[in-house]
């Protein structure tokens, strides 16, 4: 049967477009280029873009080039390259302070991602069955949370650029973060992107399958590269770009034509799933418990800009006293300055306690500093929250505990000290606090202060809020960073950390930028940008309760390892289970001593 002009034109430009594909996956170069890009998109959901919305569809080329990996190694292969992409994109700030190190630490940490790629073929490879796809819908989200469980982990840089915190100004996705914190909000992330994935799947499978411009030819010539049948060259590159959209499992069509006998059911799943993510949102909104007012308490953040140079210190403190003593009058409960704020001990300088003191007398309020220096009574330099009241300090001390992997200390140091020759490693490891502290300030005022990163892990707000916290505090500076996404990023991840624990969040920074969130995770007046040297006053409202994550924690986390437990018990379950083939028994023999040739 002969096809007509347009149809024979289409068919021609539908295998061209199918030989030009094949050519690109089948580089090696092309494809790790692919994979690199892909890896990266997700990063544009985060501050500075904040293109929240593109989280739900970012991971789908990353899976859809995954699934079309010609082996199971190539797909682990795959997502290796994606994580590396994905952590270059999302610390892409650090470039010039570690330069080439940047890259050697993404792709460490990149490998956590080759198991997920090879799931993602696993259970989407081919036209996926129904179960499949209804199983990838809990298998692959579970697993991108142990990868972000793995690398939250101080030792290998913490918890930034955890995909659910990209929605840290989304109303519904911040009462999920109250229920199951940041990581609920992640594997709801995943799920609708494994959705759209599964979507697009069946929708190129239909297209490909409703076609009549391909040759008339038996099943065989399409799902196998040089058909004997026909040798045609479509059915080489159909076969080689299938994985990427489809290997359909059809049968052949009353015309000799294939159909596709599974796509349009690929489709159930993935809407099913989507509609149970907006449920569930719904469900939080509806009847997740609410922070309960509690009044309100005044803060005022002192952000005193970028003063770099000779003597800094010294003109930093005079910058942030003249900023703090525009505060008088104004009815304080508190005062906020941002993390390295002063950087002489208090107890060596006994002159700088008594300046700051005579401020704290001056604004009626305690002053919450952040000692940068060498500890007088202990060896070693500490990253110190100080409370400083009237009479001067108050006893009040929080030593920062999880310090920053290379911007403060370098992991072992013997092995990787050359970091400090290549970027701005630290020179000197700071030493680490045993505790963390709650501090009262006064008026009933109970504060839970953090240091720097510290406001990216959860357990550690989680943990201040269950010890009596009614205000979280987080003393920042990113003045390294000043004209990148760090900031912004750095910021926004207190949104978060408000909506899960139901307490007000502050965000004092040197250089910006510097906000504060209600109990809600919605914002409390106007942040500070990394252009303002101001102080400002924040009537913070306060909340009482216990939220869900609060009172169960990480139970995402715990729900995802029993998903992933239950997998490997099933796989095995499946091998040992599988027939093991018969052993072939001896060739016969000729009269002359020969064996027999098969099929002679």
């Known amino acids: 049967m002969d096809l007509f002009g347009d149809d024979r034109w289409e068919r021609d430009r539908w295998e061209r477009h199918g030989r030009r594909t094949a050519r690109l996956l089948a580089s090696r170069w092309w494809r790790g280029g692919l994979a690199v890009t892909a890896g990266a998109l997700p990063a544009l959901a985060f501050p500075a873009p904040s293109l929240w919305w593109f989280a739900y569809a970012a991971l789908v080329p990353w899976m859809l080039l995954a699934r079309s990996a010609p082996t199971p190694r190539r797909a682990a292969l795959d997502g290796w ?19 080439v190190f940047t890259v050697v630490i993404a792709a ?82 995943v799920v609708v992107n494994t959705a759209v994935a599964l979507l697009v799947i069946a929708s190129a499978a239909r297209a490909v399958g409703s076609r009549s411009v391909l040759r008339p030819v038996p099943w065989p010539a399409v799902v196998r590269p040089r058909s004997p049948v026909t040798g045609s060259p479509a059915a080489t590159s159909l076969r080689t770009i299938a994985p990427l959209t489809f290997r359909s499992s059809g049968t052949p069509g009353s015309s000799g034509t294939f159909r596709s006998a599974g796509p349009g059911l690929v489709a159930v799943p993935a809407v099913v799933g989507i509609l149970a993510v907006t449920a569930a949102t719904a469900a939080a909104w509806a009847w997740a418990p609410r922070p309960e007012s509690a009044g309100r308490a005044r803060v005022a953040v002192v952000q005193p800009g970028v003063i770099d140079g000779a003597r800094s210190a010294d003109r930093r403190l005079a910058r942030e006293e003249a900023l703090t003593r525009t505060l008088a009058g104004r009815d304080l409960d508190l005062v906020v300055w941002g993390e390295s704020s002063v950087g002489y001990d208090l107890v060596d300088r006994p002159d700088v306690a008594r300046r700051i003191a005579a401020l704290s007398r001056e604004v009626g309020a305690d002053i919450l500093v952040n000692v940068d220096a060498r500890r007088s009574d202990r060896s070693g330099i500490f990253k110190s929250s100080v409370l400083v009241g ?133 914002r409390v007046g106007s942040p500070l940008g990394t252009s303002a040297s101001t102080a400002a006053v924040y009537d913070v409202p306060l909340g009482t309760g216990v939220t869900a994550y609060v009172r169960w924690g990480d139970w995402p986390v715990r729900a995802a390892m029993v998903v992933l437990v239950l997998l490997c018990a099933v796989e095995g379950l499946r091998i040992f289970r599988r027939p093991v083939p018969e052993r072939p028994g001896p060739l016969a023999r000729t009269v002359h001593g020969s064996p027999v040739r098969p099929g002679r």
């Open 81 to 99: 390259l994606g994580g590396l992409g994905f952590m270059v994109a999302v610390h892409h700030w650090l470039l010039p302070s570690l330069h």
């Open 108 to 189: 460490l940490l990149g490998l956590l991602w080759a198991p997920w790629g090879w799931l993602v073929r696993r259970f989407l490879g081919g036209t996926p069955t129904p179960g499949r796809a209804a199983a990838a819908l809990v298998v692959l989200p579970s697993a991108w949370l142990m990868v972000e469980l793995v690398r939250s982990w101080q030792g290998l840089g913490g918890p930034w650029g955890l995909l659910g915190s990209s929605q840290w100004q989304v109303a519904p996705a911040l009462r999920l973060a109250s229920v199951g914190g940041v990581w609920l909000i992640s594997a709801f992330v």
């Open 390 to 522: 009237p009479e001067g300090p108050t006893g009040d001390r929080y030593d920062k505990m999880r310090l920053v992997p290379f911007g403060e200390y370098v992991p072992a140091r013997s092995l990787l000290g050359w970091a400090t020759s290549v970027g701005k490693a630290a020179g000197e490891d700071r030493r680490r606090g045993d505790r963390q502290v709650v501090m009262d300030v006064g008026q009933g005022l109970r504060v839970g202060p953090l240091v720097c990163f510290e406001s990216a892990f959860p357990d550690m707000s989680r943990r201040l809020t269950r010890d009596g916290a009614q205000l979280l505090l987080a003393q920042s500076a990113t003045s390294s960073f000043q004209s990148s996404w760090a900031p912004p990023q750095h910021a926004s991840l207190a949104a978060v950390r408000a909506a899960e624990t139901g307490r007000p969040m502050v965000h004092a920074t040197l250089t910006g930028v510097s906000a504060v969130y209600a109990p809600d995770g919605s």
